[in-house]
């Protein structure tokens, strides 16, 4: 059962943010929410994690819902070099990572 | 890349034969994982191992076996290859010992099963 839901793909325009949701309605009070990107058939890169709270580093902003069903990865500037799957995951009991089938963003100059 | 290296990179095989991918780190993690890729999925988890002989079974299990007789190395065999595991392999490591925290990645093997 996939356990994260998120749109196919996606396009931006450069130096605008991107927006990019996913839905885990079955996400359980303990379970981490993780943002990967994958650039062509590289491994995943990490971004960044949340639990509850709204998190921001150097890459990203991550908004968790309230209800923690449904979060949104925000690239806050994007770049070229930002075109990527990006995955949402859920980290679950014994640290394994569950993805799903991701977003293929694609950065328009 | 947090010091992971996986080989080959890339290799053919042919049904039935047995394979061996080759996951080697050099920080001393604890915890290791395989994973495969194919389209139209995202990674799913094969094995992972939270140290020198321990190992347990992932989503994807059936038709793979693994082992880690030494920290550094994390060996994932396909006892007789088949065509349905022509799929892209990539190995993580958590590090820390508690295991819990982002995964890094390698750059992968592409394993083609003719």
């Known amino acids: 059962d996939a356990k994260t839901t998120q749109p196919t793909s996606m396009d931006c325009a450069e130096g605008r943010a991107a927006n990019l949701p996913c839905n885990h309605s079955?996400?359980?009070?303990?379970?981490?929410v993780y943002w990967y990107r994958q650039i062509h058939s590289q491994g995943p890169q990490y971004i960044i994690h949340g639990l509850k709270n709204n998190e921001t580093n150097e890459m990203a902003s991550l908004i968790i819902t309230e209800d923690r069903k449904s979060s949104t990865l925000i690239l806050p500037h994007a770049t070229l070099r930002d075109t990527a799957v990006y995955y949402c995951?859920?980290?679950?009991?014994?640290?394994?990572?569950?993805f799903g089938t991701g977003t293929s963003l694609t950065v328009i100059p | 890349d947090a010091g992971i290296t996986q080989s080959p990179r890339h290799k053919v095989t042919e049904t039935g034969t047995p394979v061996t991918l080759r996951c080697h780190q050099t920080e001393n993690h604890r915890y290791m994982y395989w994973y495969r890729q194919d389209p139209g999925h995202g990674l799913r988890l094969i094995h992972y191992s939270y140290g020198v002989k321990d190992t347990d079974k992932g989503e994807v299990s059936d038709g793979y076996s693994v082992s880690r007789s030494k920290t550094e190395d994390f060996l994932l065999t396909l006892e007789s290859a088949t065509s349905s595991q022509t799929s892209v392999y990539f190995c993580a490591i958590t590090p820390g010992l508690a295991g819990e925290g982002e995964q890094f990645f390698g750059p992968g093997t592409r394993l083609t099963v003719l």
């Open positions: 079955t996400i359980s009070g303990n379970e981490y």
């Open positions: 995951i859920v980290r679950v009991a014994g640290n394994q990572f569950y």
